[in-house]
């Protein structure tokens, strides 16, 4: 990972891959509960969390991450994905009060990974966040969102809110996407488009680790995900294939 990251220990990837949607309402965690694979009702304000949405038949719609940040609930959502996640929430949207939006000023994302990353994170925001917790600064959100076994940050942020610590640090240690593909690949983490599509069920990408909760109630999909769970193993299994 030196040689990747250099001698500073970290890189940083810009994400235009990734799509914000805000989640809004009376009725908005009661909703989300409902409709994701994930315990939103037990998220607390400043955690994050992964979840599936599905059809009815357990296939894959999309790959959410969960951010509670008060008022409303925050999507990050790959970009390929987030108007097909959008248009199968909202479809089921009946008398809920509940809104789904994009926000009204653009947000630019980044992501810094590397053993050092927290040393180029703490520039922008005071408090560094835990796994799975997210802070926000100054028009700028930090997320710790691990890739696999590698220290990683996601970075939000919000148009006007530009500042020299962010522009350097977009600066710092630029990777390409092929080396992020390649990094996420030796840490087991599968993404849409590549491992993940449509035609796959959860569990055979391994998320029951990370997106599921097999204590909540129902959620769309949820039957045939438990039954894979309970049966001890799903048709199929996404496996990480050395050579040498």
């Not at 037990?42 to 969390?49: N, S």
């Not at 894959?60 to 996640?85: C, E, F, M, N």
């Not at 087991?188 to 909540?216: C, H, N, Q, Y």
Request: hydrophobic fraction near 40%; charge should be negative.
């Amino acid at each position: 990972m030196g040689t990747l990251f250099d001698e500073r220990g970290a890189g940083v990837l810009r994400r235009p891959d990734r799509r914000v949607r805000r989640v809004e309402g009376a009725d908005r965690v009661d909703y989300l509960h409902r409709m994701l694979s994930q315990d939103v009702a037990g998220l607390q304000i400043g955690d994050a969390r992964d979840a599936c949405v599905l059809t009815p038949k357990g296939r894959l719609i999309g790959l959410p991450t969960v951010l509670h940040v008060g008022s409303r609930y925050l999507l990050d959502l790959d970009a390929a994905t987030a108007d097909d996640v959008v248009a199968a929430l909202e479809r089921t949207v009946i008398t809920e009060d509940v809104t789904i939006s994009s926000p009204e000023e653009e947000i630019r994302r980044l992501t810094v990974v590397g053993p050092r990353s927290a040393e180029l994170v703490a520039t922008l925001v005071d408090e560094v966040p835990e796994p799975g917790r997210h802070v926000a600064q100054g028009g700028v959100r930090v997320l710790r969102r691990d890739l696999g076994g590698t220290v990683a940050y996601e970075v939000f942020v919000t148009a006007g809110a530009e500042s020299a610590g962010v522009e350097a640090l977009a600066e710092a240690v630029p990777l390409e996407p092929v080396q992020w593909d390649a990094l996420r690949v030796a840490e087991r983490v599968p993404a849409w488009g590549m491992e993940l599509g449509p035609d796959v069920m959860p569990l055979e990408a391994r998320l029951d680790e990370s997106a599921i909760s097999f204590t909540k109630g129902c959620y769309p999909g949820q039957e045939p995900v438990s039954m894979a769970h309970h049966r001890g193993h799903p048709p199929n299994l996404l496996v990480r294939v050395g050579l040498e």
